[in-house]
């Protein structure tokens, strides 16, 4: 079983920055990919980047590409998301999230089995 807790979330006006940590315990030896998903209200959740735990290659969703930046630091069991020039369509609820099933990069919901309780982020204009 894996646990995984968020942290970071808070309020910044537009163009601001923020920096997510999700910190990782339990059983971890056979997590894949570590990813950040956001949900906003009314919406369906939204896969915003993963990594790679092995060679920590990064996949973006095209609305944050530029913006955000997935990293893993493994001697912490923590991946983080820096997210620069926010937007108040970046508002959202951010999921920490763990797959263990396949080697291929992945945004999907259904890929991952393991999730955080999530951290709200809120952008004003």
């Known amino acids: 079983q894996v646990q995984l807790v968020e942290s970071g979330g808070g309020s910044v006006q537009a163009g601001g920055s923020l920096r997510l940590s999700c910190v990782a315990s339990?059983?971890?030896?056979?997590?894949?990919?570590m990813a950040w998903f956001r949900q906003a209200p009314g919406k369906e959740r939204e896969g915003v980047a993963s990594i790679s735990t092995r060679d920590g290659t990064t996949r973006y969703a095209g609305s944050v590409k530029g913006r955000f930046t997935i990293s893993q630091d493994n001697a912490k069991n923590t991946v983080y998301l820096q997210m620069n020039s926010l937007k108040p369509e970046d508002t959202a609820m951010y999921y920490c999230?763990?797959?263990?099933?396949?080697?291929?990069?992945?945004?999907?919901?259904?890929?991952?089995?393991?999730w955080g309780q999530g951290t709200q982020v809120t952008v004003s204009s």
């Open positions: 339990g059983y971890m030896s056979s997590n894949k990919y």
């Open positions: 999230a763990a797959r263990t099933t396949s080697w291929v990069h992945s945004l999907l919901s259904r890929d991952f089995a393991y």
